[in-house]
């Protein structure tokens, strides 16, 4: 097991913006064509929380990705400070051999100076990984002025990535993520990752293997949680909300059963309306927050992911 340095509180997210496209279809809808039975499309709405979910066959990965992008780019003057375009996504291959995905971004969104490279180490928890890289490259690039934009948004091209052992069922959104080192924004205090590696068979795990990942999953979770809390100098009372990756709602009432926490401090709302997003939930959580006018100036936020392979992340973020 490995966990990374906690990150200073100098990274800033400066703006963020997310993105779903618009046909929605319900659990129902989509069950035929993935094979589910009628007793699976019963448990994935009644015992695990999903109800609808974003998929638009007609839109191509690049189409995914590049919307909010696009919408927080219009706000940048001086796009020439985007030092580093990172490209978080789940699935290690979503192109073919001969197209770099990250470098195809850079070029669509004119930033031709970036240097542009994805993540996917962390599979699902890699967009918080992200955030900590452009943190730690920033730092290193001497210029107090430089940005870095953090990337999400991939579709499941195969029933074997979009359906988790009747855990839960992946959807499509994207997201992008301004990031600085001080300045006006949602500040990131901490961040806690760790990667238990007994489970590195990812979507492959069957058997006692995958019995010993559900089983534990909270408690390694959990953790990850206190860890990052710690690392923050905070306890959880002192968080205004936990921000959730959406793999759906039965994991989280174990979770806050483990935690001692009230189901009322996590953010479900969009498990039923996009269910799980790969990397992009807990920022297309955040951004839905935020649309909402809901984020508390000052309040401190914990945001969660959990990557199969498997690594499990927390980062307590300020706004």
């Known amino acids: 097991m490995t966990t990374l340095a906690p990150t200073r509180s100098d990274v800033v997210l400066r703006r963020m913006e997310a993105y779903a496209p618009e046909r929605s279809v319900t659990v129902e809808e989509i069950a035929a064509g993935l094979g589910l039975n009628r007793y699976q499309t019963r448990l994935f709405r009644r015992i695990r929380g999903l109800d609808r979910l974003r998929i638009d066959p007609d839109l191509g990965l690049f ?24 490209f978080a996504h789940t699935a290690q291959d979503l192109t073919p051999t001969t197209l770099v995905a990250a470098d195809t971004l850079r070029e669509r969104l004119g930033l031709t100076d970036a240097e542009a490279f994805a993540v996917t180490q962390h599979a699902c928890a890699s967009g918080l990984l992200a955030v900590e890289i452009a943190g730690e490259l920033l730092r290193a690039d ?13 579709q499941p091209f195969t029933r074997a990535i979009q359906v988790l052992w009747n ?3 992946i959807g499509e959104a994207s997201s992008a993520c301004l990031i600085g080192l001080g300045g006006a924004g949602t500040r990131v205090l901490s961040y806690a990752s760790r990667t238990v590696g007994e489970f590195f068979d990812g979507y492959q795990l069957a058997g006692e293997a995958l019995h010993r990942f559900g089983s534990t999953y909270h408690t390694h979770l959990a953790e990850v949680i206190r860890e990052a809390l710690d690392d923050a100098a905070l306890d959880l009372d002192d968080i205004t909300m936990v921000i959730p990756h959406n793999v759906n709602i039965s994991s989280w009432i174990t979770i806050c059963a483990t935690l001692g926490l009230d189901r009322d401090r996590v953010f479900l709302d969009n498990v039923g309306e996009y269910s799980h997003c790969s990397c992009a939930d807990p920022f297309l959580n955040l951004a839905t927050l935020a649309g909402r006018g809901a984020l508390v100036a000052g309040g401190r936020y914990l945001v969660t992911a959990v990557g199969l392979g498997a690594t499990y992340s927390a980062m307590v973020v300020e706004c």
Do not use: H, K, N
């Not at 919307?67 to 990172?86: H, K, W």
């Not at 001497?142 to 991939?154: F, M, N, R």
């Open 63 to 86: 189409d995914l990705v590049c919307p909010p992008a696009q919408a927080l780019l219009s706000t940048v003057e001086e796009r020439d400070r985007i030092r580093y375009l990172i």
């Open 142 to 154: 001497g210029d107090p002025s430089a940005l870095a934009l953090v990337l999400t948004g991939e």
């Open 167 to 169: 855990t839960s069922i």
